[in-house]
């Protein structure tokens, strides 16, 4: 199963922690390195207060006092902003480690959702490939139990089976049928022979694509009677049955006659 994308953000982010540790680490060092520094520009100050005062002493004004006015101009034109570029200084470090640490957490989220993507693109084509492993599995068990059926009644479903007779399917689809001489039977001596009821035998034939035993269903009973009226002057549907009922004893056509069963009593050859 796919992981969770805070999972893979998890993982991601477990990786880059030593990168972001270092950056964190900087960042909290900088307010002790800015008061070092800034100790380090009020320490620089107070030496130019005293040199200034030394200065003024040499040149005989120490009796004047401190000189205020050189000490505030020191301050104005060299501490104040050394000190204010400091602070600047600063400050743009600590924007720019922030900014590096949120490119890692911007990062960190763009790997985990491509991997997170990949991860479930992976899953569904899994599960469309076991979906069509099972489909194509189905569908030849199917297909293999059709086959079954339909050579257990054309005589190829085992030992049991009748072997006096035997079916070949011609290239146009159609079937020829011989007894177990070799002689040229019809699909109703066919279906006599086998014990097959002459319905199912036709039903097969038309699934096997023989476009004539299709036809045949609609005029034709498992007894081989035929519904007269139905084929009527039809001589193309007459020839067709003609030829596969041909052989069996038959003596007259029945109607109406009962297409899903047996109608009793004796049936008709048609004359072509």
Do not use: C, H
Request: hydrophobic content about 40%.
């Amino acid at each position: 199963m796919a992981r969770t994308f805070d999972q893979v953000l998890a993982d991601i982010t477990a990786r880059s922690d030593p990168q972001r540790q270092i950056v964190l680490n900087q960042i909290s060092q900088l307010p002790t390195q800015q008061t070092a520094d800034e100790a380090s520009l009020g320490a620089k100050k107070d030496q130019a207060f005293t040199d200034i005062t030394d200065s003024a002493r040499r040149r005989g004004l120490g009796f004047s006092g401190i000189p205020l006015g050189e000490q505030a101009k020191y301050t104005a034109t060299d501490y104040a902003p050394a000190l204010a570029n400091l602070k600047t200084s600063y400050g743009n470090r600590q924007a720019s480690l922030e900014s590096a640490l949120a490119d890692i957490g911007k990062t960190n989220y763009n790997d985990a959702y491509g991997i997170f993507n990949q991860d479930r693109n992976f899953e569904e084509q899994q599960r469309q490939f076991n979906a069509n492993l099972a489909l194509q599995k189905q569908q030849a068990a199917a297909a293999s139990a059709s086959n079954a059926s339909l050579a257990s009644l054309f005589g190829g479903g085992g030992a049991a089976a009748p072997a006096a007779a035997k079916i070949q399917q011609r290239a146009d689809k159609g079937f020829n049928f011989q007894d177990g001489s070799g002689n040229a039977i019809s699909a109703a001596q066919y279906a006599q022979l086998k014990g097959i009821p002459f319905r199912d035998l036709l039903s097969q034939m038309a699934k096997a694509g023989d476009a004539g035993a299709k036809q045949a269903l609609g005029y034709v009973g498992n007894d081989f009677g035929y519904n007269a009226p139905k084929v009527g002057s039809n001589t193309q549907v007459a020839s067709l049955l003609n030829s596969l009922l041909w052989g069996v004893n038959t003596a007259k056509a029945r109607t109406p006659i009962n297409l899903t069963g047996s109608l009793g009593g004796s049936t008709q050859r048609i004359q072509g």
